[in-house]
């Protein structure tokens, strides 16, 4: 009993979303009250794809391949949200674990400042190629007439995207995960308010259809920004936007275009390829691409909180380095793996027992529940190796090494996966069931490289 009742008040401690010094403490302690409020902030993140998903199957399945077909030229936007994020997570930690809140607080101001600008650039890119990008994607006549408005906002609003994974990153690094994921809890509440509401045009709302989606979505997410820009300014957190923490620092900036380069850069690598094989899928006609999209949703369901667990490793290894632990970092990221490994083998066994019921909390049509359940059972099985891969690989890039991840990344996608999903799926002709193979293959590849990587130990000496 004293061993369940331990847990219950770590698990309150863990959502209260107290600061967390990582560097002292029982590890496995540390790990559980960092990854429990980064699990549910995933948690969070994933629910925006899925609830969105939900209601647009009620459209058409139409509908649903055009989100599809968007959200895989969205995965971009959210590598970039991602690769800041680590950068600054990276640099912040090291700062807190050199007990310097000052010089933590100058990396999240300068981290801001870099992704309104990365954003700025977005924007007109969408304002101005939207439906250039849905017909570079495949799509047709239809698809583009029905899609243009919800790539349109999405990229427009890519302001809200970046900056609530970036400030997230900033208070991870902190320690302060619990607003992080209070931040993603508020702004999935609007969604799933909004959502029905300017879809399908319910009381005064006007009905936009699919692009309502991305109304809410933006309108959700922004009202999250504001939350964690609450905080930042008004000293709720360990980081604190006062006085001259406000001057742009180009030399602080340039350190974290340096770290976000690499970090971006194997999200770009990972998201390009899902892009390739979206292109891929898009041949196998529209209900096939819709299963692929719907399974796709649930498997970003389950693997963003496994992400939660790896980020805990980031913030272990950048503020244990910055106090000068170099092996209990170590100790700190193999423990880490070992609770994300578990995880990842309980989702592979539940997509392999229930995927049609899985499938069904989504869509009713068949073939395209045919299609899901097929693509479920084929994905999970690199789940247990995916795993280890990413809590390593964000160990790595939070001790400051983001060029080595960048580098396994490129072999892993480009030199493996898309050759190996095009030769199996068009030359062998196994169609959607060659992509899905490729890709449970190349993360095997990518994690047994990763591993050997990280026994070598030189990430131990990176500076930052």
Not at 102 to 127: D, R, W
Not at 378 to 385: D, E, F, M, P
Not at 433 to 460: D, L, N, Q
Request: aromatic share 10%.
């Amino acid at each position: 009993m004293s061993g369940i009742r331990t847990f219950f008040i770590l698990l309150k401690k863990a959502l209260k979303g107290e600061n967390i010094d990582a560097t002292q403490g029982k590890v496995d302690t540390v790990i559980f009250l960092l990854a429990v409020p980064m699990i549910a902030e995933m948690l969070m993140e994933s629910i925006f794809a899925l609830v969105d998903i939900i209601f647009v199957s009620m459209i058409s399945v139409e509908a649903v391949a055009v989100v599809g077909l968007t959200e895989s030229t969205l995965t971009i936007i959210y590598s970039l949200g991602f690769g800041l994020s680590m950068g600054a997570t990276a640099l912040v930690a090291r700062r807190v674990g050199e007990k310097d809140p000052k010089g933590a607080a100058e990396a999240g101001m300068q981290a801001i400042y870099l992704g309104l600008g990365l954003a700025t650039i977005i924007s007109l890119i969408g304002m101005f190629y939207s439906k250039d990008i849905l017909i570079l994607m495949g799509a047709t006549d239809s698809m583009v007439e029905t899609g243009k408005g919800y790539i349109q906002w999405m990229l427009c609003g890519n302001f809200a995207i970046l900056l609530l994974f970036l400030i997230n990153g900033i208070f991870r690094g902190a320690g302060d995960a619990g607003i992080a994921m209070r931040s993603l809890m508020l702004a999935n509440l609007i969604n799933i308010i909004l959502d029905p509401l300017f879809i399908f045009g319910i009381w005064i709302f006007p009905e936009l259809g699919v692009k309502g989606a991305a109304v809410a979505t933006t309108i959700g997410r922004s009202v999250g920004v504001l939350y964690q820009l609450y905080y930042l300014v008004n000293g709720k957190s360990m980081i604190v936007l006062k006085g001259k923490i406000w001057e742009i620092k180009t030399h602080i900036i340039a350190q974290l275009m340096k770290l976000a380069a690499g970090t971006a850069g194997q999200f770009i690598i990972a998201s390009a390829s899902w892009i390739f094989l979206m292109r891929i899928m898009s041949e196998f006609g529209e209900n096939v691409l819709a299963g692929y999209t719907t399974a796709i949703r649930i498997v970003v369901f389950t693997i963003l909180p496994a992400w939660g667990i790896s980020n805990a490793a980031a913030t272990l290894v950048g503020q244990n380095l910055g106090a000068n632990l170099p092996e209990r970092a170590e100790k700190s990221v193999w423990r880490t793996g070992y609770f994300n490994m578990l995880f990842m083998g309980f989702v592979m066994v539940l997509f392999f027992a229930i995927p049609e019921q899985l499938i069904h909390i989504i869509t009713r049509d068949e073939a395209v529940v045919k299609e899901g359940v097929l693509c479920l059972r084929i994905l999970c099985l690199g789940y247990i190796a995916y795993g280890y891969e990413m809590v390593l690989a964000n160990a790595i890039n939070g001790a400051g090494d983001s060029k080595t991840p960048t580098i396994v990344n490129f072999f892993g996608f480009w030199i493996l996966q898309i050759p190996l999903a095009y030769f199996l799926s068009t030359v062998l002709d196994l169609k959607s069931t060659g992509v899905y193979m490729a890709v449970p293959i190349s993360e095997a590849c990518m994690a047994i490289a990763f591993v050997f990587i990280f026994k070598r130990g030189k990430w131990k000496t990176q500076v930052v």
